[in-house]
T-cell receptor, first 114, second 113 residues
Framework: DAKTTQPTSMDCAEGRAANLPCNHS???????VYWYRQIHSQGPQYIIH???NNETNEMASLIITEDRKSSTLILPHATLRDTAVYYC???????????????FGTGTRLTIIP | DAGVIQSPRHEVTEMGQEVTLRCKPI?????LFWYRQTMMRGLELLIY????????DSGMPEDRFSAKMPNASFSTLKIQPSEPRDSAVYFC???????????FGPGTRLTVL
């Protein structure tokens, strides 16, 4: 799986949009970008994933650049409960017999400021 | 649904003792994963099962670690004998088929003195 690079930490004011960048310059054509987060003392939580089109769900939006070498996770209206470590992961497509591993890096520690 | 259930939530033991961690996956999920998280190494996959069969145990650190899944609703991770360097938070996660999300349990914080 391709390696990812994320800033170590970020702050964001409550109510503002939090934009978390991720670089994955060695991503392969069939690899997806996944985002998970881990709130203190809890297990990781899936947020969103995408291949090359922008994606949006009830939690966040994912913007992937046209060359797919980087992406941005957007939390549109950050709340204090969004304070967590955010992990950007790239992986090959899932199959019933294939690549199951999620390789977590060090992530970005996002702190929402009141 | 109660989500992935792990027990105990906290375990303190002495070096050399046997430790057994337990996991109940979400009903209907056919994949089960065991992870370990430490400050030094982050979150690492230890082993995963599909339909109760171990598929990849390459992340298991050494022979002191073993994992079983006797049925679709229960799995154990055993450390025998335990050592202080095994101190970590151990997470269990489950997934349904080729759906993309893994659902993680709350973890077991293990301290080996």
């Amino acid at each position: 799986d391709a390696k990812t690079t994320q800033p170590t930490s970020m702050d964001c004011a409550e109510g503002r949009a939090a934009n978390l960048p991720c670089n994955h310059s060695t991503i392969s054509g069939n690899e997806y970008v996944y985002w998970y987060r881990q709130i203190h003392s809890q297990g990781p939580q899936y947020i969103i994933h995408g291949l090359k089109n922008n994606e949006t769900n009830e939690m966040a939006s994912l913007i992937i650049t046209e060359d797919r070498k980087s992406s941005t996770l957007i939390l549109p209206h950050a709340t204090l409960r969004d304070t967590a470590v955010y992990y950007c992961i790239v992986r090959a497509p899932l199959t019933n017999f294939g690549n199951e591993k999620l390789t977590f890096g060090t992530g970005t520690r996002l702190t929402i400021i009141p | 649904d109660a989500g992935v259930i792990q027990s105990p939530r906290h375990e303190v033991t002495e070096m050399g003792q046997e430790v057994t961690l337990r996991c109940k996956p979400i009903s209907g999920h056919d994949y089960l994963f065991w992870y370990r998280q430490t400050m030094m190494r982050g979150l690492e996959l230890l082993i995963y099962f599909n339909n109760n069969v171990p598929i990849d145990d390459s992340g298991m650190p050494e022979d002191r670690f073993s994992a079983k899944m006797p049925n679709a609703s229960f799995s154990t991770l055993k450390i025998q004998p335990s050592e202080p360097r095994d101190s970590a938070v151990y997470f269990c996660a489950s997934r349904e088929g080729v759906r993309n999300e893994q659902f993680f349990g709350p973890g077991t914080r293990l301290t080996v003195l």
